[in-house]
């Protein structure tokens, strides 16, 4: 836009309507200004105000003139329409984007160069410092994750840190930003922050050092009483409802609300905060916590359900709080559980109770860690048969609220994977040799702090084993599903891996589950500048997850061979057959208990408190009117249908390779 200096008579009229200006010819406007857009309004330093011709309306639907009022600005450019009006203290060293709404605002300002929370220092896991991460515009919880554990790779951390630093660099500006239609009422003190587009702000107390980055496609929302300083936010999250945040990173699709605090955190994809309170923690994609008295601290979560009362100690009252702990993908903790780090818990586990030991179950998934008598006891493989832990499986990836269109963290949301697997593999070896070293006769094994029970480690062997077998099952089928063979040779062919790349242990990187070697090449090609800048990291990374389908199949026919006891070369149809066989066999017995686990639901006992005021039979209806009948619950159904659906597949799949053993 053309902007051009005020005339004798518009200055005139402007000081008629109150205003003052220490240097009118610092005033440039739109060759359409009209004085009657101005009132009451002090200006100072370099001013630039384009066109204000529209009408504002307000919420309650009150209608307003574009233009300034009751302020003082300094130095500022005022884009097209815009309303501001009763700016208590001032405006200073800001852009102010197009349709941007400003009232009653105590303060707008930003002071000398600011990197607006780029490069910003967040002590997770250890709150003494150590595994600090460097947050940026762009953060994703892989990287995160990188930057946190792998500290014993010094040069590493040194190159990531210097090319974050580089980045925050060119962020770096003298003048704050407020984009294109956002709106900012009732609020207290901006300082040192940039706002993107689309955001609504209202009744925050402070905001201080930070990024909101908002835009059309999933607008940020702050609420009434919010205090943030030395923030980052992305796209789509809303912080509300006096949450107190300190030193943060909040990701896509996160809410924090209910007074939630946390400081020296970071909260990567559709995080949820309500009322409790964060310290130190990594919470990666999907962790929730909705209770007051819950406090995660100096923790790793990702997919985490807290329970009420879940709380933990990083603290032994000697060295100070130095001590962290991980809860691998897909756990939950109980109404008053307690876990004492340093520990590790293995993916997809329940921990009830209060945990005083140090364990690591890591390598037991899909297991209940439960106290009773002061004593921790382990479940191995029974959460493979809970209908809970299928529930949450299905809900993730339905309750993604990632609008926006660029998506930063990469997420596999699936609950049989080769991170999972190979560690139902690792978890059989160790039961099986708990079990020849205690004896058959033992009643009680002991495994890193935890007790197994006689019965929990058989009934653990045999779920982890049909977890084996469904997860191959389902593999080989999908494998060869479409494809058409009419030799043994080609079948095989069909088998063979496509490369070398994911043979070996897979990791998951909050979130991102990929081979261990991939993600090594990378960090090796950072530390030799091969990869120097971090978009082509972060792109790394997403391609890595794009090509997890691709990836996996060359680590599932490794485990072919170890499970058959064959090479690729040597694995007949009949041996495929059997595979599927038991495979079906699997899906159906794990559906199976599925089923009767949701059944329990629905027992009498489960309807306690219902009919209050009747007999059985006004319980009974009382029950089905609030939560349905068993046998037209959407999710039992879902379970009936996967059986017919399965048994069908394995009846496809079979005759295939018959087929083409017949040819032979």
């Known amino acids: 836009m053309n902007y051009r200096n005020l005339t004798n008579t518009e200055i005139e009229q402007l000081k008629q309507q109150m205003c003052t200006c220490d240097e009118w010819s610092n005033i440039f406007v739109a060759p359409d200004f009209n004085t009657e857009t ?20 307000l919420y309650g639907g009150i209608k307003r003139k574009a233009g300034i009022y009751n302020s003082t600005l300094h130095n500022c450019s005022i884009g097209e329409n815009c309303f501001i009006n009763y700016v ?21 300002a930003n002071d000398g160069e600011s990197h607006f929370g780029n490069a910003q220092k967040v002590a997770v896991l250890d709150e003494s410092g150590g595994r600090e991460i460097l947050i940026y515009d762009q953060l994703s919880a892989p990287l995160a994750y990188i930057m946190t554990l792998y500290r014993h790779r010094p040069e590493l951390i040194q190159k990531l840190e210097s090319l974050i630093n580089e980045y925050a660099n060119q962020k770096a500006f003298k003048r704050g930003h407020i984009g294109n239609n956002s709106t900012i ?20 107390r402070l905001i201080e050092n930070g990024s909101i980055n908002s835009n059309h496609e999933a607008p940020v929302k702050i609420g009434n009483d919010v205090i943030m300083k030395d923030f980052i936010i992305q796209s789509g999250s809303s912080v509300v409802e006096g949450v107190i945040v300190s030193k943060c990173y909040i990701g896509q699709g996160c809410e924090l609300g209910k007074g939630y605090s946390a400081e020296n955190s970071v909260f990567f994809a559709n995080c949820q905060g309500f009322h409790g309170e964060a310290c130190s923690i990594f919470a990666g994609p999907y962790t929730v916590t909705h209770h007051k008295s819950t406090l995660l601290i100096a923790g790793m979560y990702s997919f985490l359900n807290a329970g009420s009362g879940s709380n933990q100690s990083n603290h032994m009252y000697k060295l100070g709080p130095i001590h962290q702990g991980i809860v691998e993908r897909g756990s939950k903790t109980t109404s008053d559980s307690y876990l004492l780090w340093p520990a590790k818990i293995g993916p997809f586990t329940l921990v009830m109770g209060r945990h005083y030991k140090n364990s690591d179950t890591s390598n037991l998934p899909f297991s209940y860690l439960i106290e009773a008598n002061d004593k921790s006891w382990l479940a191995p493989a029974v959460n493979l048969r809970s209908v809970g832990t299928i529930r949450d499986a299905m809900k993730w990836p339905k309750r993604d609220k990632r609008a926006d269109s660029n998506k930063i963290d990469s997420i596999n949301f699936n609950l049989l994977s080769p991170f999972t697997i190979q560690k139902m593999v690792k978890a059989i070896e160790i039961l099986d040799t708990l079990k020849k070293v205690s004896g058959e006769a033992s009643n009680e094994y002991i495994y890193q702090n935890t007790s197994i029970t006689d019965n ?7 779920l982890y084993n049909m977890g084996i077998d469904k997860f191959l099952g389902n593999s080989v089928i999908t494998h060869i599903n479409g494809k058409e063979f009419k030799s ?23 979130g991102l589950i990929a081979p261990k070697s991939e993600i090594e090449k990378m960090l090796s090609d950072i530390e030799n500048n091969k990869l120097n800048n971090l978009t082509d990291i972060e792109n790394f990374l997403k391609k890595l997850h794009q090509s997890y389908y691709d990836i996996e199949w060359n680590w599932s026919a490794g485990l072919l061979e170890k499970r058959m006891g064959k090479t690729i070369d040597e694995i007949t149809p009949a041996d495929l057959v059997k595979l599927v066989e038991r495979w079906r066999e699997s899906v159906i017995e794990l559906d199976k208990m599925l089923y009767e686990d949701a059944k329990k639901e629905f027992q009498l006992s489960a309807m306690t408190g219902f009919g209050s005021d009747g007999d059985a039979k006004t319980k009974m209806a009382d029950f089905e009117m609030v939560r349905g009948k068993f046998e037209t619950n959407s999710f039992v159904s879902e379970i009936l249908t996967h059986i017919e659906k399965k048994t069908q597949l394995g009846e496809r799949a079979i005759a295939q390779i018959k087929a083409c053993c017949n040819k032979n």
């Open 88 to 108: 208590k203290n001032h405006i200073s060293n800001y852009n102010i984007g197009n349709n941007v709404i400003i009232n009653n605002v105590q303060l707008i």
């Open 456 to 462: 929990s480690l058989r009934r653990g062997m045999k």
């Open 38 to 57: 101005i009132f009451n309004v002090h200006f100072n330093g370099v001013i630039q105000i384009a066109s204000q011709t529209a009408t504002i309306k």
């Open 488 to 510: 043994v040779e080609e079948l095989r062919n069909y088998l063979k891996p496509n490369s070398d790349v994911g043979k070996g242990e897979w990791i998951d990187l909050a």
């Open 185 to 204: 009422t009732n609020t207290g003190a901006i300082k040192n922050v940039w706002i993107g587009d689309e955001v609504y702000i209202e009744g925050a």
